[in-house]
């Protein structure tokens, strides 16, 4: 029952845009309809999947990396008042530099390859999963804080035992934003410069102007995100159930 919601909704949108494009009459190279989409995705199929994997393995593999890299930042910057001055405000100035400044020239580090998609992809959900973990952490109801040390607990059991499964709903809310964010990262990677994945695929078909194949590979990612956001959601709520202090 829960999904009738969401079929509902893209079946309406798929009216609409079949209803722009039966009473514009835009070519099919400017506005294809979408069982001419559909059709496409078909007769491509296995091209489509075959990219939309390389496409995969690097969000999988940057959310990873970009998730444990937040956390252990999150920590080090909870624990060390050091660190918040210091890294604090590396952290909110690269937050202000555009990614697609960034993507060409960690493509002419890192080459066309797997890696360079991957650092994207960490770069862009890095600082959501820091923020979160970190506001989280700070956030400690007093409380608990005031009994631990009245109970002469160390600081590391007030870390491990209170203040981190206290901040694990805002690990949660950050790893939901970094499922979004991800795909963004490596397909800007992929634009920048690449040979294979969604990405390059949509760059392919808009330079020929196979527009059909564009909004294939397009749906095709935007599916993909959708399934990636609904796993993240459903593991981040067993995470959330273990938030007891």
């Known amino acids: 029952m829960k999904a009738l919601p969401a079929l509902a909704a893209t079946l309406f949108a798929l009216c609409i845009w079949q209803a722009i494009v039966s009473a514009t009459g835009l070519p099919r190279f ?60 590396i952290l909110v100035f690269t937050q202000a530099l555009p990614v697609f400044a960034l993507a060409p020239i960690l493509t002419l580090w890192l080459g066309f390859g797997l890696w360079s998609k991957v650092f994207m992809a960490v770069l862009i959900i890095y600082f959501p999963v820091t923020s979160a973990f970190f506001d989280g952490l700070m956030r400690t109801p007093q409380g608990y804080l005031d009994l631990a040390r009245t109970m002469q607990a160390s600081p590391a059991r007030i870390l491990w035992h209170i203040r981190v499964p206290a901040a694990l709903p805002s690990l949660a809310s950050g790893l939901r934003l970094a499922a979004v964010y991800a795909p963004i990262g490596a397909v800007i990677g992929e634009w920048v410069g690449a040979s294979r994945g969604l990405g390059y695929l949509m760059l392919l078909a808009n330079g020929r102007a196979k527009t059909d194949l564009m909004f294939a590979a397009m749906l095709t990612l935007g599916v993909f995100s959708v399934l990636l956001h609904i796993t993240v959601v459903l593991l981040t709520r067993r995470l959330e159930r273990r938030s007891k202090v």
Do not use: D, K
């Not at 007769?43 to 998730?67: D, F």
């Open 30 to 89: 400017i506005l294809p309809g979408p069982a001419l989409v559909a059709e496409t995705w078909w007769h491509h199929r296995w091209v489509i999947a075959e990219h939309t994997m390389i496409t995969a393995l690097e969000v999988l593999i940057g959310l990873v990396i970009g998730s444990a890299l937040g956390v252990v930042t999150a920590i080090q910057l909870a624990t060390s008042r050091m660190a918040r001055v210091l890294v604090q405000p």
